[in-house]
T-cell receptor
Framework: AQTVTQSQPEMSVQEAETVTLSCTYD???????LFWYKQPPSRQMILVIR??????QNATENRFSVNFQKAAKSFSLKISDSQLGDAAMYFC???????????FGTGTSLTVIP | KAGVTQTPRYLIKTRGQQVTLSCSPI?????VSWYQQTPGQGLQFLFE???????NKGNFPGRFSGRQFSNSRSEMNVSTLELGDSALYLC???????????FGEGSWLTVV
């Protein structure tokens, strides 16, 4: 069964600094999709970034980038130049393919210190 | 485009009652999935519908059911509510063949 593990329940970062959130997953598949979602206090889940496993290049979205290590089954999220609005719960997620369910990690609560 | 819309946003029910939650997907999206979020269990998959057919189902008891209409709107129903059903219920939609799901704001259910 697919599992997604986020080993950091809480993280904090100073405003304008960089922080990395960790995620590992378990799968026997070779092609799949990985995601980071952000859940602010409003509770609406917002897509931050996604990565297709067949792509070797790490995905980047503005200040957000990932370090995808397929062999190690690791998918970390780096947030550069952290802003107060980045404070939220961050969930790592795995999906085998469209139509299959998402598997979510337990989340990392990120605090941004002014 | 309007996002995923969930109603009601907040509701309180009594043990033993039933509840129906509604979800309108993003226009053009035919896939709708439901997730339950609780502090203890995190985000758990309930089911997914595509073109009015249940395509996937999570590991929840039969008290949890859903359906999808021809306009892609979806409802989920929980019968004989238990205190443990108190949770945030999130609906998400996805375009055909899309690998990403887009969430609504959720429906907060409190069972007393």
């Amino acid at each position: 069964a697919q599992t997604v593990t986020q080993s950091q329940p809480e993280m904090s970062v100073q405003e304008a600094e960089t922080v990395t959130l960790s995620c590992t997953y378990d799968t026997s598949e070779s092609d799949y999709y990985l995601f980071w979602y952000k859940q602010p206090p409003s509770r609406q889940m917002i897509l931050v970034i996604r990565q297709e496993a067949y792509k070797q290049q790490n995905a980047t979205e503005n200040r957000f980038s990932v370090n995808f290590q397929k062999a190690a089954k690791s998918f970390s999220l780096k947030i550069s130049d952290s802003q107060l609005g980045d404070a939220a719960m961050y969930f790592c997620a795995y999906r085998y393919r469209p139509g299959n369910q998402f598997y979510f990690g337990t989340g990392t609560s990120l605090t941004v210190i002014p | 485009k309007a996002g995923v819309t969930q109603t009601p946003r907040y509701l309180i029910k009594t043990r033993g009652q039933q509840v129906t939650l509604s979800c309108s997907p993003i226009s053009g999206h035919r896939s709708v999935s439901w997730y339950q979020q609780t502090p203890g269990q995190g985000l758990q998959f309930l089911f997914e519908y595509f073109s009015e057919t249940q395509r996937n189902k999570g590991n929840f008891p039969g008290r949890f059911s859903g359906r999808q209409f021809s306009n892609s709107r979806s409802e989920m129903n929980v019968s004989t509510l238990e205190l443990g059903d108190s949770a945030l219920y999130l609906c998400a939609s996805s375009p055909d063949g899309g690998n990403t799901i887009y969430f609504g704001e959720g429906s907060w259910l409190t069972v007393v």
